[in-house]
């Protein structure tokens, strides 16, 4: 983990932001409010691009080749696979500059061969354009090949959330992996749940007090011990009931099932029940 001590601010480097999607949207308008300057935007689609660039206040193109030679980071956030298409051209707008990606699942060596300066910047958070993020509560996740530059991303992340870590990229892979299952997986868990409902015509809203205390609980508990419901204590009446209930949901009963056998075999090897 990094800490904060000893952090001195530094003259700001200007940014060439290489996306306009979720994460681009919220890092660029983040960045700029803690005052560094992005000179420029990039994004193939002239919608996306247009209507971020007015937020920032810069110029913005739709071809690679027209990316800017004079910015000092190249931030770029697209989707995973996009980044081999990206990165054997935009490298090529200014080599000595500092190459940065913002993603969980990437190693940092995908620009290894192309560039010398490299690494990365990874917000850990769920970004939607609709929806305002505080920065200040995100984690971040550095990298970068040589000291000095891992200095320069610290400076980045420090500038918006003081919750700051230095990974590498296998152990970054894994903190992705796991926020899949905390956040994505969790998601569509409420997905379901408001299906069932729905399908009921009954609403999801009575459900969001009890998603918030399961998320506050966790705050203070691990999420082991804060499991509770017939699968933890392996209520069986319970469990055959729902799953009569889903046998016109073949897909979701495997769920009911899966999950349900992996909770309480967490809560055996825990020993937090007694068989």
């Known amino acids: ?51 971020l660039a007015e937020k920032l206040q810069c110029p913005y ?52 061969g192309y560039v010398k300066r490299y690494g990365v910047l990874y917000p850990l958070q769920t970004f939607s354009k609709r929806f305002a993020v505080d920065f200040k509560t995100v984690t971040f996740y550095v990298e970068a090949v040589y000291p000095t530059d891992l200095d320069i991303v610290r400076q980045m992340a420090y500038s918006l959330s003081e919750n700051v870590y230095e990974t590498d990229s296998e152990q970054r892979l894994y903190v992705h992996l796991a926020a899949v299952f905390a956040c994505n997986f969790s998601n569509h868990m409420y997905a379901i749940a408001y299906k069932l409902l729905q399908e009921k015509g009954l609403s999801f809203v009575p459900l969001l007090p009890l998603v918030d205390e399961t998320v506050r609980k966790i705050h203070q508990l691990n999420p082991v011990g804060a499991q509770t419901g017939p699968a933890r204590r392996w209520d069986r009446m319970i469990m055959n009931k729902h799953e009569s209930l889903l046998k016109t949901c073949p897909g979701i009963a495997d769920i009911y099932k899966k999950v349900s056998e992996s909770i309480h075999s967490y809560a055996i090897k825990e020993y937090l029940i007694q068989e």
């Open 1 to 51: 983990m990094s800490t904060r001590a000893g952090y001195e601010k530094k003259a700001l480097p200007n940014i060439a932001l290489i996306g306009a999607g979720n994460v681009a949207t919220h890092l660029g308008r983040a960045l700029k409010q803690a005052g560094y300057k992005i000179i420029q935007l990039f994004s193939r689609t002239i919608s996306s691009a247009s209507e």
């Open 61 to 112: 193109v739709t071809d690679l080749n027209l990316v800017t030679s004079n910015a000092d980071i190249y931030l770029v956030s697209v989707k995973d696979d996009a980044l081999d298409k990206v990165i054997p051209q935009l490298v090529k707008q200014n080599p000595n500059a500092l190459f940065l990606h913002t993603s969980g699942s990437t190693s940092m060596n995908v620009w290894e």
